[in-house]
């Protein structure tokens, strides 16, 4: 069975310092992962997805498939950036999403 | 509008009694989720479904049931809520051949069992 693991419940930075939320997952296929945001009072919204590589609002994530890691990261973290952020895995016939626990990320002024 | 809608927002019931959430989408898509978010889990999928009449179990669906009798919308009852299933509610839906990165969630339903 499919397994993603966020070790961080909770993170902490100052505006203008990097920041990197990890995420570790187990599955036997071929994954497809995703990170979610979840801005405070507000539904889930994609920020990234492994396969298009793209750079979103200043994250990105590499999948790293010999460490099974999908860690993401920004260079220079926003006060804005203050939310929970979710990793999942893809997989299933209906595509259906497993979701890691979670990591609540605050930004310091 | 994020295509996607649920009802109630917020409901507060007691124990044992029935309870029906309603996700309702103007999407057309195919397929449907129904997801419990809790502090330390994350979100977990109670249920799914493929199309019409066409559902699933999810991670978690025990006393929980699911009916889809239109494209537009997916009902999740609990038969006899319990304090354990107090939580928030996430329906989402996506398309085939979008995959995963179609998913729209919804605003979620926030229950609370007393």
């Known amino acids: 069975a499919q397994r993603v693991t966020q070790p961080e419940k909770l993170l902490s930075v100052f505006k203008g310092a990097p920041v990197e939320l990890k995420c570790n997952y187990s599955y036997s296929g071929s994954p497809e992962l995703f990170w979610y945001v979840q801005y405070s009072r507000q539904r889930l919204q994609l920020l990234l997805r492994?396969?298009s590589r793209e750079s979103i609002k200043g994250f990105t994530a590499d999948l790293n498939k010999g460490e099974t890691s999908f860690h993401l990261k920004k260079p220079f973290a926003q006060e804005e950036d203050s939310a929970m952020y979710y990793c999942a895995l893809s997989s299933g016939s209906a595509r259906q999403l497993t979701f890691g626990s979670g990591t609540q990320l605050t930004v310091l002024p | 509008d994020a295509g996607i809608t649920q009802s109630p927002r917020h409901k507060v019931t007691e124990t044992g009694t029935p309870v029906t959430l309603r996700c309702h989408q103007t999407e057309n898509h195919r397929y449907m989720y129904w997801y419990r978010q809790d502090p330390g889990h994350g979100l977990r999928l109670i249920h799914y479904s493929y199309g019409v009449k066409d559902t699933d179990k999810g991670e978690v669906s025990d006393g929980y049931s699911v009916s889809r009798s239109k494209t537009e919308d997916f009902l999740l009852t609990l038969e006899s809520a319990t304090s354990s299933q107090t939580s928030v509610y996430f329906c989402?839906?996506?398309?085939?051949?979008?995959?995963?990165?179609?998913?729209?969630f919804g605003s979620g339903t926030r229950l609370t069992v007393v």
């Open positions: 492994h396969i």
């Open positions: 989402a839906i996506s398309e085939p051949g979008q995959g995963a990165h179609g998913y729209t």
